[in-house]
């Protein structure tokens, strides 16, 4: 079985100052990890990806994530948040050695605000 | 153009109705999903297919029948709807990492 944790509903930070959305997971094998975004009304977006190699990824609008093995964790972090930043973020998971078969499983969310 | 593209938008319909949604994409993708998102904007998935075959049925009602005419097309088909049936539905498609490429969503409401 498999699963994500993102321990907070709601992350709230002013325009300018660093943030940072939580992940822990939860793979019996090894992890492929992601990061979305969710706009009101809209699908999901690809952020990021953790595959194989650096355990720091950058991703798309300035997002970067660090994949910390010992700590089964991948949070996302920002060095300066935007009010654009604003939207719901998703973690998920998915078992590398399943292939085809496998799925990803997401956490419930955190909603990111960003007050100017 | 749209890379995976899911109609209709909107559906609202009573109970005991059964309707359908459509699922394409053109990234050549051999697997495809359908999600659900309820109203705490939990997600869930339901469905999965590798090529035409349905690989995951995570526990759905039996309600609930997925179609998959070719590799490129994922439709969802729901009988006898119910008032918990009411959501989102998102299709999906993933490349060969897993990462997700997902439609803009058919939001459902059942009255």
């Known amino acids: 079985a498999q699963s994500v944790a993102q321990p907070e509903d709601q992350v709230n930070v002013a325009e300018g100052n660093p943030l940072t959305v939580k992940c822990t997971y939860s793979?019996?094998?090894?992890?492929?990890l992601f990061w979305y975004v969710q706009y009101p009304n809209r699908g999901l977006q690809f952020l990021l990806k953790?595959?194989?190699?650096?355990?720091l990824v950058k991703g798309s609008y300035g997002f970067e994530a660090e994949f910390n093995k010992s700590q089964t964790s991948f949070h996302l972090k920002k060095p300066s948040a935007l009010v654009s930043d604003s939207a719901l973020y998703f973690c998920?998971?998915?078992?590398?050695?399943?292939?085809?078969?496998?799925?990803?499983?997401f956490g419930d969310g955190t909603t990111l605000t960003v007050k100017p | 153009d749209t890379a995976v593209s899911q109609t209709p938008k909107y559906l609202v319909t009573q109970m005991g109705n059964d309707k359908s949604i459509k699922c394409e994409q053109n990234?050549?993708?051999?697997?495809m999903y359908w999600y659900k998102q309820d109203s705490k904007k939990f997600l869930k998935i339901m469905f999965s297919?590798?090529?035409?075959?349905?690989?995951i049925n995570e526990t759905v009602p039996n309600r609930f029948s997925p179609k998959s005419p070719d590799k490129a097309h994922l439709n969802l088909h729901i009988n006898s709807l119910e008032l918990g049936d009411s959501a989102v539905y998102f299709c999906?498609?993933?490349?060969?990492?897993?990462?997700?490429?997902f439609g803009e969503g058919s939001r459902l409401t059942v009255l």
């Open positions: 953790y595959i194989t190699g650096d355990n």
């Open positions: 990234l050549g993708h051999d697997t």
């Open positions: 998920a998971v998915r078992d590398r050695g399943q292939g085809n078969a496998g799925k990803s499983t």
């Open positions: 999906a498609s993933a490349d060969a990492t897993g990462e997700l490429f």
């Open positions: 297919y590798n090529n035409k075959e349905l690989i």
């Open positions: 793979v019996s094998g090894n992890p492929y």
